[in-house]
């Protein structure tokens, strides 16, 4: 029902402007058309206004399309997994002491940035770090305090965590000044935010669950469609008053494909089927569509998840895609094998990834690294681009590599993974850039370093082809560019979780010490530059060792980077990879027991 608190002044313009907002509210790409024939479509009612104290409160009501059955979970006895972690051997006292006072570095920037926030922007969504006020990212919900409740615990800060457990009650989900609700953020950020919190604290706060339940029970309003497939940007007051929603024709794949593990891990915890059925359906259409694709194996960047087609000719593992592909060996994981869907979809997709988007890259100093690059259907060749929200993919080919036994795999993720740490190393911050495009390698296995073919590179990136050896050396200097990269697009850094990550996956994995020391390298410069009197921001330049500092610290970097950074140098059984599997927020949640 839709709850709205009496008002006695009903301005015209108010009314006008609210019906406007309803109009107005399609995610990006979808058709601003309703079906009149059915019922529940078509122009809604003049809304009651939300202005004052006057809100707009979501209940439940009756779905427009009903689920008559739903998908059970598999109720077939988990299966053994191979182990994940490595068999790391006793430390000695004088390792134990280096490694925790990288620890204690990690913890004391993280509380730094906690007490900003908790200071000048809690119950907002996000702290600014430079003029100390706030912004409202996400709903409105506290994004950066929910998003935080598992590091605060995985840290040891009681009495911050016990703070934000009093917090959180005030929250109210029912309601929020958005017009739009992002599905896939409020998923992994406030669902997987509580259940990480819930699972990690073996279940003894109850309210955790509660609110879990409260999130879920919201964003489920987004799939009642036609074809149970969510609005992805979902116009919450037309189903709040009891109108039709429709999927978008142009549906982000991330966005469709990474609401499997936190609406799973409900089911589990709440035994009410209806969270996975919603998530089922999503992966039987990709699974069913996965061969049909324009480079079968893979999905592309955009789908049309109205008309339930694969058409878009772009494909990458990286932003708009990556969580997607991240997920098959983490709901693999978390149903515990009971099924062999997901990794039937994982090998699927491995294979063109290997064929068509990893390439090697042309470095001064001899390092053997790779990255994923992006593809076009109709070209042959791969975009040698770079992205910072690709690294991930390090670490979830070396989790393929363990969990579905692909022991060859487990150097293509080293060699993912060493690539991210050379695109630190090689910028005068230390920093790796958001976006940059190196010189590929023609062989994966023999590349020697070529000077001239670097500069033919440059030249073609900037379309100087006929410029000779003098341009290539003018552009060097003037975007100041590293041995072996091209161009770099975007130059700021964003606080972002994704090398660090991969670096942390990898060591569990290895248990190679050098990756301890590459994440220690990277923490003390991504602190250097990002410290602010109040938090950390973001920078706008990597090049730059003076470079501007940015007023975003988006909750990843309480949630993911600096927790990635604080669980490299923590004892291997906190938060052990055979025991948990963390969504793409790094929320941990407890896998179904089974011996390998």
């Known amino acids: 029902m839709l709850c709205v608190r009496k008002s006695y002044f009903l301005p015209t313009f108010v009314i006008i402007f609210l019906t406007y907002i309803l109009f107005s509210s399609l995610p990006p790409g979808a058709e601003l058309s309703y079906i009149d024939d059915h019922p529940g479509y078509g122009p809604p009612p003049p809304m009651p206004p939300a202005s004052g104290n006057d809100q707009i409160h979501y209940r439940k009501r009756p779905e427009l399309h009903p689920v008559t059955e739903y998908i059970p979970l598999p109720t077939a006895a988990p299966s053994p997994i191979p182990r994940i972690q490595y068999d790391f051997q006793a430390e000695s006292w004088f390792g134990r002491r280096r490694r925790v006072k990288k620890q204690n570095a990690v913890r004391n920037a993280f509380k730094h940035a906690w007490n900003g926030y908790k200071r000048y922007a809690w119950l907002r969504d996000e702290l600014s770090p430079l003029s100390a006020e706030h912004r409202e990212s996400f709903g409105g919900w506290a994004a950066t305090l929910v998003d ?3 590091s605060l615990i995985i840290m040891g800060l009681t009495d911050e965590f016990e703070d934000a457990l009093e917090a959180i009650e005030q929250i109210d989900f029912s309601t929020t000044s958005f017009t739009q609700i992002n599905i896939f953020e409020t998923n992994i950020r406030y669902l997987g935010g509580f259940l990480g919190a819930y699972d990690l604290t073996n279940g ?59 609406f799973t891990r409900m089911s589990q915890l709440t035994q009410d089927p209806k969270y996975f059925d919603a998530i089922q359906r999503i992966a039987d259409w990709l699974e069913a569509a996965q061969t049909r694709t324009k480079v079968p194996g893979l999905w592309p960047m955009m789908v049309d998840a109205h008309d339930m087609e694969f058409t878009d000719p772009r494909f990458t593992v990286g932003g708009m895609a990556d969580s997607t592909y991240e997920y098959l060996p983490k709901e693999h994981m978390l ?13 699927a997709a491995m294979d063109p990834i290997k064929e068509r988007l990893l390439f090697r890259a042309m470095t001064k100093d001899g390092k053997d690294v790779m990255f994923p690059g992006n593809l076009r259907a109709a070209k042959a060749t791969t975009e040698p681009q770079v992205e910072h929200l690709k690294c991930f993919l390090g670490g979830m080919v070396g989790i393929g590599a363990k969990v579905f036994d692909r022991p060859d795999e487990l150097d293509i993720a080293r060699k993912l993974t060493d690539g991210c740490i050379w695109a630190y190393d090689i910028m005068p911050t230390g920093i790796m850039p958001e976006a940059l495009y190196v010189s590929p390698c023609d062989k994966l296995d023999e590349c020697e370093w070529d000077e001239q073919k670097w500069h033919h590179d440059i030249l073609r990136r900037y379309a100087k082809y006929s410029q000779g ?33 991969s670096v942390f996956i990898m060591y569990r994995i290895t248990g190679d010490k050098e990756l301890q020391d590459a994440a220690w390298r990277m923490f003390r410069n991504i602190e250097k530059m990002t410290q602010t009197r109040y938090a950390h921001a973001a920078i706008s330049d990597v090049r730059n060792p003076n470079s501007a500092q940015l007023d975003y610290m988006e909750s990843f970097w309480l949630a993911e980077t600096l927790k990635y950074f604080y669980l490299i140098f923590s004892e291997p059984d906190v938060v052990n990879l055979d025991e948990y599997v963390l969504n793409t927020e790094a929320h941990p949640f407890r896998r179904p027991s089974a011996s390998p």
């Open 148 to 150: 935080s409740l598992d």
């Open 204 to 262: 003894s706060y109850p309210m955790l669950l509660k609110k879990a339940t409260e999130v879920a029970d919201l964003i489920y309003g987004a799939f009642d469609t036609r074809n149970r497939m969510p609005q992805s940007r979902w116009e919450w007051t037309r189903s709040a008053l009891g109108m039709g929603i429709q999927p978008s024709r142009n549906t982000i794949l991330a966005e469709l494909g990474s609401l499997n593990l936190e």
């Open 335 to 347: 149903l515990g094998a009971q099924t062999n869907q997901y990794q039937k979809m994982y090998d």
């Open 469 to 501: 050896e003098e341009a290539a050396q003018t552009l060097i200097s003037d975007h100041q560019l590293p041995p072996g990269v091209t161009e770099i697009p975007d130059t700021k850094y964003m606080l972002r979780p994704e090398a660090i990550e």
